[in-house]
């Protein structure tokens, strides 16, 4: 059987982490190229046997013999690269959100369909094993009818500064994935928003116009609700629960921890803190993710996250900008029209 060849654009800490499965854990491929602005990256090239290192994503996606480029280079990036990734005929990983403008990702939409390719966006989360199984319970109906999803996702420190001034706020570099999940989730679509937030960790986030701070209530087209929280700050570590409550009964998956123990003793009960980098508590998912993007081209089978969820993420972003900031609840027909 022929093997996939693919290439890596973008080597900061998301690139490693695809480069290295790509390169150990996925069998049937071969890293044929990646590309980075930083020129020491090649160096890390070197590391993984990757014989090509570019500098400019141009001179990557001219490889003849290259079939598909996960993309992982900064968010303004990604809309021009996944339309030349496109136009050049290769199939397409990206990291979300495929850009921060709506109008700009129904353009991009519109070349993959055009140029018949397969994208899948970065939604990692759908592909950790706890989130997969309360999936698998909401749809064997374990639970019954979903009547209310809660999602807590707090970072146990923000980004710095200059992060949040280009990734488009809370809503889409952080709540996103809950969005996506809160679908996944439930199977629906959502049809309104309505978003709180607040600053409470660092007032030079406020002062660059972004909160810190969020809970959002979304409706969905059968009355089904979603609550999620986020803090860009748990002093405790990274904070990643998920809840369904249903007719039938409730399903949720915890936090996970370096190690199950807890010590009793007369003063109280103890034990490990969860895990504290998102790099650690979802290594598994972006292994999962990787494994199923070259299945799918493999055997050609429809991408497990495709553009319609890129989409969609999005828009449930926009509309959580857009109510936090108006202070009131916001119809997606009216970001969607």
């Given amino acids: 059987m022929k093997k996939i060849k693919v290439a890596v654009a973008g080597l900061g800490r998301i690139g490693k982490i695809h480069l290295n499965n790509l390169c150990r854990n996925i069998v049937g491929i071969e890293v044929v190229a990646v590309m980075d602005v930083v020129e020491e990256s090649a160096k890390i090239a070197d590391e993984y046997g990757v014989s090509l290192f570019f500098g400019n994503f141009d001179e990557l996606i001219v490889l003849e013999e290259l079939?598909?480029?996960?993309?992982?280079?900064p968010t303004d990036t990604h809309a021009d690269q996944v339309i030349k990734a496109a136009r050049a005929g290769k199939h397409i990983f990206?990291?979300?959100?495929?850009?921060?403008s709506l109008d700009r990702v129904m353009e991009v939409l519109k070349v993959i369909e055009e140029c018949d390719v397969q994208l899948m966006l970065g939604f990692n989360r759908r592909f950790d094993p706890d989130f997969e199984k309360i999936h698998e319970m909401v749809f064997n109906d374990s639970v019954g009818d979903p009547q209310i999803i809660k999602i807590t996702s707090r970072d146990p420190g923000p980004p710095p500064?200059?992060?949040?001034?280009?990734?488009?706020g809370i809503f889409l570099d952080m709540a996103i994935h809950d969005f996506d999940m809160a679908r996944y989730i439930s199977g629906?679509?959502?049809e309104e928003v309505f978003a709180a937030g607040?600053?409470?960790?660092?007032p030079g986030i406020g002062d660059d116009g972004d909160f810190d701070t969020a809970v959002i209530t979304l409706i969905f087209e059968d009355n089904t609700l979603a609550v999620i929280d986020n803090s860009r700050k748990?002093?405790?570590?990274?904070?990643?629960?998920l809840e369904v409550f249903g007719s039938k009964g409730m399903a949720c998956a915890d936090n996970n921890y370096p190690n199950n123990h807890k010590l009793f003793t007369q003063e109280g009960m103890s034990g490990d803190l969860p895990l504290h980098f998102f790099l650690e508590r979802y290594q598994e998912s972006y292994q999962k993710e990787m494994k199923q993007f070259i299945e799918a081209l493999v055997n050609g089978n429809a991408?497990?996250?495709?553009?319609?969820?890129?989409?969609m993420s999005i828009v449930i972003g926009l509309a959580a900008t857009k109510s936090a900031k108006e202070k009131r609840p916001v119809k997606i027909s009216e970001i969607l029209r």
């Fill in 67 to 73: 079939d598909a480029v996960v993309i992982c280079s």
């Fill in 94 to 100: 990206c990291e979300k959100p495929l850009d921060l």
């Fill in 161 to 168: 500064l200059s992060y949040i001034k280009v990734s488009g």
């Fill in 188 to 190: 629906k679509e959502v």
């Fill in 198 to 202: 607040a600053v409470k960790v660092d």
């Fill in 234 to 241: 748990a002093v405790y570590g990274y904070d990643q629960r």
């Fill in 303 to 311: 991408m497990p996250v495709g553009a319609k969820d890129g989409l």
